[in-house]
């Protein structure tokens, strides 16, 4: 693991767009999978005028590693709407070049990204309680691949900010799991704030542990942690 300790959220932000470029340079197709949130807001405001409209970003391609349907299942997911209006609408990436993770196809989702060349890099958030992706704690094991999450009343009120009508509330969402994110060949997760100082200190501490799930990544023989001062302020 490499940690990368930074002054605020705006050099954060700063240091994960300057290595999601070194990844987006290189030659041949490169298969990169995105977080959304408010964490990486700023630094997709940094990367937009870099990528938007350029041919040598043409071969960049876009996936989601988690979904929130909307109960109707009438529209699309939650996270792939925040991406679009974060980063891929502004950014004018091509429709041919986002490959969208929902309901639908979750099942062979991991044989298609295999297909794809396997994910170049994914850049992932770090929750308060370890959590990365759609793994909360006790929601997943570390041996799965994507898979469908059956929300109970407790997951359903950690949805409820997701959406403006609590009865668009679904009982369920998708995830890569931890298996499907071990196999990426790099991984990148920033952290900015006091309120994951916690779980950042559960990272640096070596030990794997089912209850702080984002623990697991410290094995990834190629994985990057960019934390500004306070989230280290624990360590």
């Not at 959590?131 to 009343?153: K, Q, S, Y």
Request: charge should be negative; hydrophobic fraction near 35%.
């Amino acid at each position: 693991m490499k940690v990368i300790k930074v002054k605020d959220y705006e050099e954060m932000s700063q240091v994960a767009v300057q290595i999601l470029l070194g990844y987006m340079y290189k030659d041949g197709r490169v298969n990169l999978s995105i977080t959304g949130g408010t964490t990486p807001k700023r630094m997709y405001e940094i990367l937009i005028p870099y990528v938007k409209d350029k041919k040598q970003f043409e071969n960049v391609h876009y996936y989601n590693f988690d979904e929130i349907p909307f109960k109707e299942e009438n529209r699309e997911g939650v996270t792939i709407s925040g991406l679009r209006k974060l980063f891929l609408t502004p950014a004018n990436i091509k429709e041919e070049n986002i490959h969208i993770l929902d309901q639908f196809n979750y099942e062979v989702k991991d044989e298609m990204i295999k297909k794809d060349g396997g994910l170049d890099c994914i850049l992932l958030g770090l929750g308060w309680d370890g959590h990365f992706c759609g793994n909360l704690p006790h929601t997943t094991r570390f041996g799965d691949g994507t898979v469908r999450v059956n929300c109970d009343e407790k997951l359903k009120e950690r949805l409820i900010d997701e959406f403006d009508d609590p009865k668009d509330i679904p009982d369920y969402y998708i995830t890569m799991g931890p298996r499907s994110i071990m196999q990426a060949k790099n991984l990148v997760m920033i952290a900015s704030g006091t309120k994951k100082a916690d779980a950042v200190k559960h990272l640096i501490s070596g030990e794997v542990n089912e209850n702080y799930p984002a623990t697991l990544l410290t094995l990834h023989p190629n994985f990057t942690l960019i934390i500004d001062e306070d989230a280290a302020s624990l360590l």
